[in-house]
């Protein structure tokens, strides 16, 4: 019996590299700080900023993010792609140095307008304009970082400990953004802002230029991302979920349960630190388990932390600690797990050379849940006749706050559980 060689995969990339190195890691980890920086926090403060400075209402806010929102997320795709196309060993420092650059300089400019805005008109311009500015800047940096680790190393080991590491720097990053946003000047936020900025470019510039395969770009094989899509359409719809009850968060802290701003800003920093603490835990189980098997599991136990909410209430606040912490710890989790089944879909369907086109879908997909939490959720609470801060225990932002992650997370666990059943061998420990 004879057996046939198979000819190679054009697409399939092999681990020239030296093994990626601790200190590597941490060069590479340090982009989440400034990531992190002017993503969540944008939808969590900007809101407040410009509702009680110059006492605009939420559905005014909501909508001009979310139309910010989309009109800069049809461009991630493009910049991804762009990005694979780059002939450069040094492609991924080529992009991120100067979009960190311009994230940086637009999140100081939105988050300190000038005082000479003296209409709606000129407010509304200057915010949409900023916000699309850091959108885009922030959109190019992180599909550079997202689609560096497979392009890297093919080392599954590898390429989970970068994800790791970047996801704990990001929230690490988040609880000193969210900390010195509430707590402080917004010029001691804009020194942090520099100073992470230009610490990461040095770190990100000394690290190891690719190998020369990677600089081989073929087309797009767009029926090999509709496989994509299967994998992306719960992983969205959960996404959803959390940018929802991010966006109402310190509305429902504030308004509902009667707790202060600094208080609130406490909660923030006990959610992202039990996050860090369940992206620790959970990436030493990914060499052991499926993959997304896990995924399910946090799924549920997300669905289960979110419950107890119901009963909460002005007289108990202090039980919603405890939905902090069980949260926190499994939406880390989730950040760490998504981007591991992305990439092991992406390595099952030898993509490997495309990762950015495919984590720029991914962007888009991100900002249109970003902005539709925002430009839904916000104005469906004014029409239900929510103000901040003149409608106190308003019943309508503790329905939507908790509600909309409990029915979107089921509705993720049930395309989920279709998608194990016919595709779980991809993501098995053995394919690590």
Known sequence: MTHRKL???????????????????????LSGLVVSATSLPLYILVPNVYANTYELSLATIGIILML??????????????????????HKFQFWCLPSAALMAASYIALINPPSALSSNLQVLTYMGLFTLLVSASAGALSIAIQAWPIQWT???????????????????????????????????????????????????LSLPRLHDRSLTYTAFDWQSFRLMTQLMTPLFISALANATAATLFMFYVTDYLGLSKAHGGGLLGIYFTSALLGIWFWQRTIATYNTISLYKIILCMTIIMFIPGFAINDTNPELFTLICIGTGFFVGAELLLTSMLLIKKIKFIHQEK????????????????????????????????????????HESIAIIYLSSPVILKLISLSLVHLHNRQHGHIYAASNN
């Open 7 to 29: 000819p190679p995969n054009k697409n399939r990339t092999t681990n020239l590299t030296l093994p990626i190195t601790r200190t590597q890691s941490l060069r590479y980890g």
């Open 68 to 89: 910010v929102r989309l009109l800069d997320a049809v461009t991630d795709p493009l910049v991804g792609k762009l990005i694979d196309k780059t002939p450069s060993r």
């Open 154 to 204: 093919n080392n599954t080991g590898e390429q989970s400990a970068l994800v790791s590491r970047r996801e704990q720097f990001t929230l690490l990053g988040v609880i000193i953004a969210s900390t010195l946003s509430t707590m402080t000047h917004t010029n001691v936020f804009s020194i942090y802002l520099i100073c992470i900025t230009v610490m990461t470019s040095l770190c990100l």
């Open 354 to 393: 495309h990762s950015a086109t495919i984590f720029g879908a991914w962007g888009l997909l991100m900002k249109l849940g970003l902005a539709f939490a925002a430009g839904l959720a916000l104005p469906l609470l004014s029409f239900w006749g929510y103000q901040p801060g003149l409608t106190p225990r």
